[in-house]
C-alpha cells in the first residue's frame, strides 16, 4: 500500500510541492495502480508468446555506407554566414562569461 509519506518523499525528490488535497488524491490514485499490477501479476501466462511488436511490419536495416555526393565542407561552409575553424559558428545562448578570443 501506498502511503502519504511515500507520495510525499517522491514529491519531495522531483522538487515537487503538492497541496494535502493532491497527496491525498495521488495517494489513492498510485495505490489503485500497485493493485492493478498486483492483479495483473496473478494472470496465467504459461504458453503465451510473447508481443514484441504490434503491426505486421518487419523494419528493414541498411548498410551503413559513407557516400560521397561530391559536395566539399568548403561548399557546404559558402552558405552559413559566419564559420570558425571549419565549423559553422553560431551566437552563444548561455553565457558563461566567456569572451570571443
Not at 525528490?13 to 490514485?29: C, K, V
Not at 501479476?41 to 514484441?52: A, C, L
Not at 511488436?53 to 528493414?60: A, F, L, Q, R, S
Amino acid at each position: 500500500m501506498i502511503s502519504k509519506n511515500d507520495v510525499t518523499h517522491v514529491a519531495n525528490l522531483a522538487r515537487l510541492s503538492l497541496s494535502q488535497d493532491e497527496i491525498d488524491r495521488f495517494t489513492s490514485q498510485l495505490d489503485q495502480i500497485i493493485a492493478m499490477e498486483d492483479e495483473l501479476s496473478h494472470v496465467e501466462t504459461e504458453g503465451v508468446k510473447p508481443t514484441t511488436h504490434i503491426t505486421d511490419e518487419i523494419n528493414v536495416f541498411r548498410n551503413d555506407v559513407v557516400v560521397n555526393d561530391g559536395i566539399t565542407r568548403e561548399d557546404l561552409l559558402s552558405n552559413v554566414p559566419e564559420t570558425k575553424d571549419g565549423l559553422i559558428k553560431v551566437p552563444s545562448i548561455i553565457d558563461k562569461g566567456e569572451t570571443d578570443a
